[in-house]
């Protein structure tokens, strides 16, 4: 599935309203639509830009600024771990080690096998007397130990009755879709940072 | 109730912390909280609550550190249309993290706040530009946002007066630019998040090209304090010039990393070593971040210096958005250097060629440095580099405190960098090996 669906068009198209100029409504928009397809797909964007009487470029411009919007498949539970400063003093280093071998996935962006997880090591999320932290299904998770990762992610593997963590999802529409894996073919967006960095 | 790792029942913003379910209206509301809204709106002019905050000598808590009336007073009085208050609830400052203290714990303090300031600018509306990141404080502003309407606190008639007000949220989706108030007006406008030049200033030409005043959440959460007790009595506390106290975050190598309210002109001794429990056992502090990632250090050595905020200027540093980072001796500042750089880097918006070229210049050269492959050569680029980026070259701030990165760890930690660089060892690493 690669495309929104007519109700959540509509809600998109009901957002300019909001706000004192029409545009503004770009990223909510994108937030709709990312909150149905998991990430944002061409069509996707092409789409929302029709919503709002935009032009595409410019929302996929706005898209790949923004580090929270995601333009390749991601998992289920995305774990996104600080690893600036204050987390690093603090072992945020071991933890994404960690991370890696309890998903099974050898870098950042890769989607588990089971379209489960993937992780992303992010800037600073504020939070730093909590040290090393994580966002993870819209929650902190803090203090984290390489304990406290293999928990995290075992109590999402167990069927959903038994999660501990059920109740923490946000209330979304749907659940997730789960994400597809799409391989090789949109690499090269990924790296949006280098993309934004190098202007 | 949310957790608390910091200042309970402080002076002025954490005085209510100790309650629990304070960001429930009902119980802000028996407190005191409130009030100051209900007082503004019936009975004073916007003019006498810029007075009050005036006396009171806040200013800008975000790190730019400009008073607060004087913000206010630059929205033209006179302008017909909508006027609106920012709040920049946008905290990404490597080493913050006080104002999620604040809206975990107090959500309607902001709210308050928020409506307090926007009647004091002349407008109707604040809108709250609030990170991504932040999703429980999100929920809990959405939350009290609501209640407050419901009770008619926020609305066409607060308190029955006949003075609309109402605050709205907008979620920022993670870009630490827009933390500069102009990268984020241009994100609150549906934009790529790239600092604008001035003039035209925000008071003038803000969001959506209307007369603007961006404040910090914290400087927001201190006003309903002000109008309740008097600027007067905020101002007894505090230095001379540098009112009142403030939030700061304290992380990184110490015992109990938190969120302390202080008194401004305590010093930093007072703050890492008694606040925050001082350095882990067998450790030996090395040097401290003052005002977040963006201050420029300050070795151990330099403890007993004053959070004056003018104090710190002298220094070329600055209390900027109180995130205090401390370093002991078992890491290396290179590699805490190098750290730094990549964030500057992966976070430059790319609009000013020395911001986005020089960050990632700078990164490259600590990278070959931190692979044993450095030389005397690289010294002399991040030497260079530094000063490239400082001094204004940027239209934001982010690629001077970039360059303070550089500057200052070079400055007060050379024998490190040229252990690096020259002789490929580092002899702090070792001794953590060893520990």
Known sequence: MSA??????????????????????????????????????????????????LDPGYVEGVATFYTLFHLEPVGKHRFYVCTNLSCMLRGSESIIERLKVAIGVTEAGEVSKDGMFSYEEVECLGACEYAPVCRLDHRYEKDLTETKIDQLVNDRRLPRRYQKHATAAPATRKPAAPATRKPAARRTTRSTRTKKADG | MAEQRGTVGGPVLTEWFATADLH?????????????????????????????????????????????????????????????????????????????????NSPHMLVEGAAIATFAIGGHDAWVYIRGEYDLPFEMLRDAIAEARTKGYLGARPFGADYPLDVHLYRGHGAYICGEETALLESLEGKRAQPRSRPPFPAV??????????????????????????????????????????????????QKPGN????????????????????????????????????????????????????????????????????????????????????????????????????????????????????????????????????????????????????????????????????????????????
């Open chain 2, 24 to 104: 429930k209206l009902d119980v802000y509301e028996a407190l005191g909280g409130y009030s100051a809204l209900r007082k503004v709106v019936t009975g004073m002019t916007a003019v006498q609550v810029i007075d009050e905050v005036k006396v009171s000598g806040l200013r800008g808590r975000g790190g730019a550190d400009f008073p607060t009336a004087t913000k206010w007073s630059f929205v033209p009085k006179d302008h017909p249309g909508p006027k609106f208050i920012v709040v920049n609830a946008d905290e990404s400052e490597p080493g913050s993290a006080k104002d999620r203290y604040l809206l975990e």
């Open chain 2, 260 to 435: 302390y309210e202080i008194e401004i002109g305590v010093t930093y001794r007072h703050i890492i070593e008694e606040l925050a429990g001082g350095a882990l056992p067998g450790r030996k502090l090395k040097v401290f971040w003052p005002g977040g990632s963006s201050a420029k250090v300050l070795p151990a050595s330099m403890l007993d210096t004053s959070t004056d905020l003018d104090g710190l200027k002298a220094l070329g540093t600055m209390g900027g958005s109180g995130g205090i980072i401390v370093m002991d001796d078992s890491h290396c500042i290179v590699k805490g250097a190098a750290r730094l750089l990549r964030f500057y880097a992966h976070e430059s918006c790319g609009k000013c060629t020395p911001c986005r070229v020089g960050g990632n210049w700078a990164v490259r050269t600590y990278d070959r440095i931190l692979a044993g492959e450095g030389s005397q050569l690289d010294l002399n680029i991040l030497d260079r580099v530094q000063q490239g980026l400082q001094a204004g070259r940027c239209l934001c701030g982010l690629g001077d405190a970039a360059g303070w990165v550089i500057q200052s760890t070079m400055t007060h930690f050379r024998n490190e960098y040229e252990e690096h660089s020259l002789h490929n060892t580092c002899s702090v690493e070792k001794v953590a090996v060893g520990a």
């Open chain 1, 4 to 53: 929104l669906s007519e109700h959540v068009i509509g809600e998109i198209k009901e957002l300019p309203g909001k706000y004192p100029q029409p545009r503004s409504a770009v990223m909510p928009a994108l937030d709709l639509a990312q909150e149905e397809l998991g990430h944002l797909t061409q069509e996707a964007m092409t789409q929302v830009a029709e919503a709002l009487q």
């Open chain 2, 205 to 254: 030409k803000g969001a959506w090209g209307l007369p603007t005043a961006v404040n910090n959440v914290e400087t927001l959460a201190t006003v309903p304090w002000i109008i309740r007790h008097s600027g007067a009595e905020y101002a007894t506390r505090g230095t001379e010039k540098a009112k009142g106290t403030r939030m700061v975050t304290v992380s990184g190598d110490v």
